[in-house]
């Protein structure tokens, strides 16, 4: 993957040399970014956690193992948690951490994330398709050094996916919803992954009884038994999965593996986790959320932003990345839907 | 002259019109067929852009008989754009714009306004001056966006129709939200009935990361490139102090029951400096003395990367305030103790309740709104604090209020130039404080 990109973003250049020139190079130039690819990606081979430098930036994030299993999807709490029913996950690498603004202001702003770069930026990421800058403050006063991202739509949460690639070269998405409950339960089978004393919250999780009101910088708890910090409370996370509430109820006749909820409309999207206002009992590791049209009640413009929801400052993302990358198309087709347009 | 406002803090009281304020409830008629029996509003909106097609959606969902008759702007894409999800959201029975409603060029707000009983005025806030004054001319009620002008010229022009609207009782409801939001209102009243004691002091922020950027299109003439970029060039747009940051320094008017009479600052372009930035400034920083003595510090910026906050505070002889468009109204003691903390959940939609409350006037044939006084002086708060950046200069609220200064263009057309124009590079020239002159 980057070495085609590294030969697309220097398409025109290649296209300046004369034939004689180019069939001298292009060998050169192929065995050198194949040597260059082999060597980066060696690590990540092994399922190792790692650490994901984001090129032209001072910003890095981390990624930890999720080994593949099979794991008891729901809980007999709620209705739409119901059945329990076995899941299959292939393996899957997951962000230790809420994507924080730090990264995320790079993503939104073309013209910030250039001036950071003191270079001219690839072609593809200089013609992706960005974020209106939003005119509210979208961290509503509550920060953004180390603090997780807030307030995006699943559709810009998946375009920062997109663009994390374009910079990268590697396929990162939002999980599934299933990937998600199976992350964070970690082979538990409580209301928490630590258990089921709600009492130890605290330990693990900033949410209405510690949080003061607030997003809080992400990381300062523990994390759960897979390396995940703040996977319950601090900010809500998107999943990629469209909210079915009866889903489950079509899943017991075999186990399913790898399931997925493709988005067929815009509301309810899947979001998981609880945040830094939630209760202890939507802190529960299989409770489910969904986004609401109300989020974007607020936004004075029609049509209404593709970007941001104005009243949802409680949401952010965490992305995955699949053990197996999928093939060129299937990433492309994953990172291109259309957006839906919202009155 | 009467703008010249010598006692601002009583006329502030005379004329301020939220809900609560001043203003008697008087009876008007509405002109046209609305008071020829059908209880059909007509309404037209100047101005087609995001915010003037949400401005007539939230028309509709006042959920009164209100019919869109048409729509003016500058640029005839705008108004398609606007157009289709108006009529796809609200069908044919509410949306009556045939080809002949939809003006298209600098001057199709004449006519459009008058097929209208209400008008929405949503362009770019340089053009608010004239079109403010072309509706109160024919007698139409109004909502209008803020800022309402962009230099002094342009505020003397809204000052007096906004006189002449109050004789003539027509309901005029200024985009200045906060008015219109429940923490605010309850947070100011208390303020108001002393809750905190005299307010003394204040800092009133708009900084955050900036807005959008229209890049240059071949064959483009330097008038469309400026108006598709209206954001950065101080004829349309007044600079993100004026366009943005009024909010802020209309909460500190509100919360001081004055304006101030003098400004001091400083301001430039330290991080945004592309030919793309136009004219305007990233950061104004200003000292606003009012009257009797207080000092409201004022800061705005667009610095991506840079910590944001949006909000209010002051202090009084009492205790302090805190104040956010994020449904925080908070009065608390010198020493701790709260004294009021808004609920945030759950509070009605302040864009929502400015048309609520215009139209549910206007459907009982009442005199509620008159919005545009003080909208116009929050206005010129803003613009005596760039006169003060730009200059570098202590500059007076009459001195500014006097400048002659006009910076519209002399002619309205695709193919007339601007005021300010670009260099051979494409850069525009802006302020140099110390040096630019400007009022």
Known sequence: MIWVNFLLAHKNTM?????????????????????????????????????????????????????????????????????????????????AHEITWDIFELFLDKNYEQAIAEKPLPTQVDGLSRPSIPYLDMTFGMGKEGKPAIGMTQYGALQFCKWLYLKTGIFYRLPTEAEWEYAAKAGSQSKYFFGNDAALLGEYAWYDRNSG??????????????????????????????????????????????????????????????NYKSTSEDLRVSKRFYSKAEWKRIDPQIPKSQWWFPEAPFLGLRVVRPMNAPSQGEIMNYYNRPPIADY | MEYLNKNPRRDFLKTSAIVTGGLM???????????????????????CGGRGTGAVFQAFDTGHNIKLVAMADAFRDRIDKSYEPIFNKYGKDKVDVPEERKFAGFEGYKEAIKLADVVILAAPPGFRPDHFEEAVKQGKQIFMEKPVAIDATGIRKVLAAAEEAKKKKLNVVVGLQRHYQDNYRETVKRIHDGAVGDIIGGQVYWNDGGVWVNPRQPGQTEME??????????????????????HNLDVANWVKNSYPVKAYGTGGRQVRTGKEYGE?????????????????????????????????????TKGNVYLSAGNHGILTEWGGKEIYNHNRDN?????????????????????KFADAENAAKSTMTAILGRYATYSGKEISWDEALNSTVDLMPERLAWDAMPKVLPNEEGFYPFAIPGKTKVI
Request: a negative charge.
């Open chain 2, 280 to 316: 305007i400034f990233d950061h104004h920083s200003i000292t606003f003395t009012y009257a009797d003595g207080t000092v409201i510090f004022s800061e705005c910026r667009h610095f991506p990367g840079a910590t944001n906050r949006v909000d209010e505070r002051f202090q009084g």
């Open chain 1, 213 to 274: 009101g607030t997003t809080q910088a992400i990381g300062q708890k523990k994390p759960n038994p897979w390396g995940l910090y703040d996977i319950l409370g601090n900010v809500m996370e998107w999943t990629s999965d469209q909210y079915v509430n009866d889903a489950y109820t079509k899943r017991v006749e075999t186990v399913e593996k790898d399931p997925r909820l493709p988005i067929q409309s815009l509301y309810p999207g899947s979001i998981r986790g609880g």
């Open chain 1, 15 to 95: 296209n300046k040399l004369n034939k004689f020139l180019r069939t001298l190079f292009l060998p050169v130039i192929l065995v050198v970014t194949a040597f260059l690819f082999a060597w980066k990606s060696l690590p990540f081979n092994q399922f190792e956690p790692y650490t994901q430098e984001i090129p032209d930036s001072k910003q890095s994030f981390q990624m930890v193992p999720i080994p593949g299993g099979t794991f008891a999807m729901g809980s007999l709490v709620q209705e739409d948690e119901q059945p329990v029913h076995k899941v299959e996950i292939s393996p899957f690498w997951m962000g």
């Open chain 2, 225 to 246: 490139y400026q108006m598709r970029n209206w954001y950065y060039f101080n004829w349309l747009c007044g600079d993100h102090i004026v366009e943005q940051h009024v």
């Open chain 2, 347 to 367: 509070n009605p939609n302040p864009y929502q309740v400015e048309h609520d409350e215009l139209f549910d006037a206007i459907v009982k044939g009442e005199y």
């Open chain 2, 25 to 47: 409830i008087q009876p008007f008629s509405l002109s046209g067929a609305y008071a020829a029996g059908s209880d059909e509003i007509k309404i037209a909106v100047i101005g």
